[in-house]
């Protein structure tokens, strides 16, 4: 068998996605540190390098080898088995305010649309994944235009189908899913292993943002987790203001350096390895105590805005009155459905929000075909706005 130097395995990419089995990895719960149950020693590599392993994890080597574990960056988790049930968990994470506002919220989501609400796990036909799949992309595509931001998930959507469709078939991932009538209109898509759900990626559609989707879609993902009995819920790595109102537990990736010990060699490279890897994380937490990190994230998003950046039109709210059928005489009604008026979709269910107001209820009509003046009217109040 062909000895390789350093073998470095993604944790993520091989455990959860793949769920192969690796020669250097006993279990991914007992105790960390070295495996003297079995001193047969395979000498597949001098060194391996298990990279983005939570810490919690604590990973044991096979075969008589070691493990040098080394903290690289910060992930966040809920720790399910320290709350009773899910609503002892919302009292002791959310104010009554907050509790309310995630009611609110949902009432007039359900109210304004026709809304429902599906976790897709398990064998379904393979268009429907397919079609959840283009509907995400196509959410987070928007979603990140709107920020002015680079997504980096989006150039590998192929490989993200052809791996989650089979572990969601096989119960071992799902969809979390909002409807209108028949549209996606939020997904988050989450990962089980073991007795932890681990939430992989998320995205609303922009035009429904004033309803808290995101909020809405994380209540569901935790009360199911809590109702399946899981212990943990890992929101895995990226810092979002969401996470940490979410959370209750924050722990490290790591880097394991796997090594054979009765290897010299082996060693000395696992040891000199271990020295670089920390040296390279003590300058990185260095560079962020002076915001160093900071600037670099400006600089790049200055650069994608520099090549892509698009004029954008703003919503200036001229009126809000009762409604007065003489003030329609003269207008151009219009749909919502028609692609050249996409743009409003945002700020008119802003205004069902608002007014409590029901999508059917609605009527939306433009001025001379001159301006950019627009008029929506609900069950009960009338709204102009003007696009500038």
């Given at each position: 068998m062909q000895t390789r130097l350093v073998i470095p395995i993604d944790f993520i990419r091989e455990f959860l996605e793949k769920r192969t089995d690796s020669p250097y990895v006993e279990t991914l719960e007992p105790e960390s540190g070295c495996n003297k149950k079995n001193t047969t020693s395979t000498h597949l590599a001098s060194c391996v390098i298990l990279f983005d392993v939570p810490e919690y994890l604590n990973i044991q080597p096979k075969k008589a080898w070691c493990a040098i574990p080394i903290n690289t960056f910060k992930g966040s988790l809920l720790h399910l088995k320290n709350y009773k049930n899910f609503e002892d968990y919302l009292k002791a994470s959310f104010s009554s305010k907050k509790r309310a506002q995630f009611k609110m919220a949902e009432r007039r989501l359900y109210q304004a649309f026709p809304i429902t609400y599906k976790r897709m796990f398990g064998p379904?036909?393979?268009?429907?994944?397919?079609?959840?799949?283009?509907?995400?992309?196509?959410?987070?595509?928007?979603?990140?235009?709107?920020?002015?931001?680079?997504?980096?998930?989006?150039?590998?959507?192929?490989?993200?189908?052809?791996?989650?469709?089979?572990?969601?078939?096989?119960?071992?991932?799902?969809?979390?899913?909002?409807?209108?009538?028949?549209?996606?209109?939020?997904?988050?898509?989450?990962?089980?292993?073991?007795?932890?759900?681990?939430?992989?990626?998320?995205?609303?559609?922009?035009?429904?943002?004033?309803?808290?989707?995101?909020?809405?879609?994380?209540?569901?993902?935790?009360?199911?987790?809590?109702?399946?009995?899981?212990?943990r819920f890992d929101f895995l790595k990226g810092h979002y203001d969401y996470k940490t109102k979410w959370v209750d537990t924050s722990y490290y990736f790591q880097k394991l350096i796997i090594y054979n010990p009765e290897s010299i060699?082996?060693?000395?490279?696992?040891?000199?390895?271990?020295?670089?890897?920390?040296?390279?994380?003590?300058?990185?937490?260095?560079?962020?105590?002076?915001?160093?990190?900071?600037?670099?994230?400006?600089?790049?998003?200055?650069?994608?805005?520099?090549?892509?950046?698009?004029?954008?039109?703003?919503?200036?709210?001229?009126?809000?009155?009762?409604?007065?059928?003489?003030?329609?005489?003269?207008?151009?009604?219009?749909?919502?459905?028609?692609?050249?008026?996409?743009?409003?979709?945002?700020?008119?269910?802003?205004?069902?929000?608002?007014?409590?107001?029901?999508?059917?209820?609605?009527?939306?009509?433009?001025?001379?075909?001159?301006?950019?003046?627009?008029?929506?009217?609900?069950?009960?109040?009338?709204?102009?706005l003007s696009y500038v």
């Open positions: 379904a036909p393979i268009e429907t994944y397919h079609n959840l799949f283009d509907a995400f992309y196509t959410m987070l595509e928007a979603r990140f235009l709107e920020k002015d931001m680079k997504n980096d998930e989006l150039p590998h959507w192929e490989h993200y189908k052809q791996v989650m469709i089979p572990l969601i078939e096989k119960k071992q991932a799902f969809f979390s899913v909002f409807y209108d009538g028949l549209t996606p209109i939020s997904i988050s898509l989450n990962v089980i292993k073991d007795q932890v759900i681990y939430g992989y990626m998320k995205c609303y559609d922009i035009d429904y943002a004033k309803f808290s989707l995101g909020f809405l879609d994380l209540l569901k993902v935790t009360q199911w987790a809590f109702e399946a009995q899981f212990e060699w082996a060693t000395l490279l696992a040891k000199a390895m271990a020295f670089k890897i920390h040296s390279f994380y003590g300058l990185i937490k260095i560079l962020k105590s002076v915001k160093v990190d900071v600037f670099i994230k400006k600089v790049l998003q200055w650069h994608y805005l520099y090549y892509h950046k698009k004029p954008k039109q703003h919503v200036v709210l001229i009126e809000n009155t009762h409604i007065k059928e003489e003030q329609i005489q003269g207008l151009t009604p219009i749909s919502l459905n028609n692609p050249s008026y996409k743009f409003l979709r945002k700020a008119v269910f802003e205004f069902l929000y608002h007014q409590q107001d029901q999508i059917d209820s609605l009527r939306v009509f433009k001025k001379e075909a001159t301006t950019q003046t627009y008029v929506i009217i609900g069950s009960k109040t009338m709204q102009t």
